[in-house]
C-alpha cells in the first residue's frame, strides 16, 4: 500500500501562486507514475498534470506555462507549482500515484480557492 499525504492548498487572488506538495510513503517501489487530478464542483475530476519516474511529463492544455510538476524521488515527494492562477482553477487538487498509470493510490485531497 502507499500512503499520499498533500499540502500547500489555500486562497490565493487571481494572478497567485501556491505550491502543492504530496508526501508518499509505504511500499513506494510500487510507484512509477505520480499525478495531480483537480474536481471542481459540479465538474468530473480531471488529470492536470502526471510525471513519470524518468521525469516524463504531462499537462493539461489549460494549465501549461502557468503549472510546474515536479518530483524529489530522494524525498518521496510530488509537486505542483501553480503560478497565473484563475478563477477557474479553483478545485479540490488530488494528488494520485501507481504503477504504470497515476490511478491506482489516491491523496485526502486539499483545496485550492482562487478569488477574482
Known amino acids: 500500500q502507499v500512503q499520499l499525504v498533500e499540502s500547500g492548498g489555500g486562497l490565493v487572488q487571481a494572478g497567485g501562486s501556491l505550491r502543492l506538495s504530496c508526501a508518499a510513503s509505504?511500499?513506494?517501489?510500487?510507484?512509477?507514475?505520480m499525478g495531480w487530478y483537480r474536481q471542481a464542483p459540479g465538474k468530473e475530476r480531471e488529470l492536470v498534470a502526471a510525471?513519470?519516474?524518468?521525469?516524463?511529463?504531462y499537462y493539461v492544455y489549460s494549465v501549461k506555462g502557468r503549472f510546474t510538476i515536479s518530483r524529489d524521488n530522494a524525498k518521496n515527494t510530488l509537486y505542483l507549482q501553480m503560478n497565473s492562477l484563475k478563477p477557474e482553477d479553483t478545485a479540490i487538487y488530488y494528488c494520485?500515484?501507481?504503477?504504470?498509470?497515476?490511478?491506482?493510490?489516491w491523496g485526502q485531497g486539499t483545496q485550492v480557492t482562487v478569488s477574482s
Open positions: 494520485a500515484a501507481g504503477l504504470a498509470e497515476p490511478h491506482d493510490y
Open positions: 509505504g511500499s513506494i517501489f510500487s510507484i512509477n507514475a
Open positions: 510525471i513519470s519516474s524518468g521525469g516524463s511529463t
